[in-house]
T-cell receptor
Framework: KAGVTQTPRYLIKTRGQQVTLSCSPISGHRSVSWYQQTPGQGLQFLFEYFSETQRNKGNFPGRFSGRQFSNSRSEMNVSTLELGDSALYLC?????????????FGPGTRLLVL | AQSVTQPDIHITVSEGASLELRCNYSYGATPYLFWYVQSPGQGLQLLLKYFSGDTLVQGIKGFEAEFKRSQSSFNLRKPSVHWSDAAEYFCAVGRYAGNMLTFGGGTRLMVKP
């Protein structure tokens, strides 16, 4: 069974640009959550999607947005990139979106903003 | 608001020695508690989780954790550490509704031969 796939794995952008990251969950999973990981702030929750609906949102500015498609694949978009957006972006997938079920994390997309 | 504290940023143990990683949480209700491990260049892997019931939880790779409500702690233990256990360990707390985890700052474990 294939794991969670995130593309691209590495990305370099410049300030002011926008970026789109993709996450393909494990087959059959309907929940996708996104996290940002930085050395200074650690792991922080961005948002969660379940059956194409955003169910929870973390404390991030509106430049961070996401969506989920009918096949459960999810994308997150960051507009007007800032240096502080450099981070490892992780997504996690689960069946029904309950914490009693195991969430499986992908390897992450490492974004560097210059 | 919920929060998680991992007091030890770095820990070094000798191979074969026992290990305990500390985790303290702050949460208004009965928490859902987790330990994850992250190896370099990889995502997070779930080691174990606690929702209710027996306060001693067994996980993968020989890890266990004990929930102590009176101390608001969920410490991770392993009786004998292997070199392959060198990684970063994260404690996390979640709430019943939704799928959002709040993570601690992590503890980086180094294993001496």
């Amino acid at each position: 069974k294939a794991g969670v796939t995130q593309t691209p794995r590495y990305l370099i952008k410049t300030r002011g640009q926008q970026v789109t990251l993709s996450c393909s969950p494990i087959s059959g999973h309907r929940s996708v959550s996104w996290y940002q990981q930085t050395p200074g702030q650690g792991l922080q929750f961005l948002f969660e999607y379940f059956s194409e609906t955003q169910r929870n949102k973390g404390n991030f500015p509106g430049r961070f947005s996401g969506r989920q498609f009918s096949n459960s694949r999810s994308e997150m978009n960051v507009s007007t990139l800032e240096l502080g957006d450099s981070a490892l972006y992780l997504c996690a997938s689960g069946f029904g979106g309950s914490l009693q079920e195991t969430q499986y994390f992908g390897p992450g997309t490492r974004l560097l903003v210059l | 608001a919920q929060s998680v504290t991992q007091p030890d940023i770095h820990i070094t143990v000798s191979e074969g020695a026992s290990l305990e990683l500390r985790c303290n949480y702050s949460y208004g209700a009965t928490p859902y508690l987790f330990w994850y491990v992250q190896s370099p260049g990889q995502g997070l892997q779930l080691l174990l989780k606690y929702f209710s019931g027996d306060t001693l939880v067994q996980g993968i790779k020989g890890f266990e954790a004990e929930f102590k409500r009176s101390q608001s702690s969920f410490n991770l233990r392993k009786p004998s550490v292997h070199w392959s256990d060198a990684a970063e360990y994260f404690c996390a707390v979640g709430r019943y509704a939704g799928n959002m985890l709040t993570f601690g700052g992590g503890t980086r474990l180094m294993v001496k031969p």
